[in-house]
Nanobody
């Protein structure tokens, strides 16, 4: 199983970025999948999750209304559209399997290396 993220970068306050996560070794509907972020000195935060059976998406309160998670099953790729970015969104973002199919339980067994997102004030 491999997960490879791309799309990070430096963006100004209020800007947008779209992250991608290319999956291999399994098909997207096999797992609940999430986007997580790790900022210096902080614990990992699960910012979004997509349930495998019906595609329902859940979001942390900190990003709700600004981030949108989606998937392209044909391309076996996840996406995270991030709008209205704020300096506090600065972190390394990575995709990962989630322990439970209902999106509970935190990070599962597989995750990628991540991509850095930096938002300037």
């Amino acid at each position: 199983v491999h997960l490879v993220e791309s799309g990070g970068g430096l963006v100004q306050f209020g800007g947008s970025l779209k992250l991608s996560c290319a999956a291999s070794g399994f098909t997207l509907p096999s797992y609940a999948l999430g986007w997580f972020r790790q900022a210096p000195g902080k614990e990992d935060e699960q910012v979004s999750c997509l349930r495998p059976l019906d595609g329902t998406t859940l979001y942390a309160d900190s990003v709700k209304g600004r981030f949108t998670m989606s998937r392209d099953i044909a391309k076996n790729t996840l996406y995270l559209q991030m709008d209205n970015l704020r300096p506090e969104d600065t972190a390394r973002y990575y995709c990962a399997t989630v322990s439970q199919v209902n999106c509970g339980g935190g990070r599962g067994h597989y995750w990628g290396q991540g991509t850095q997102v930096t938002v300037s004030a």
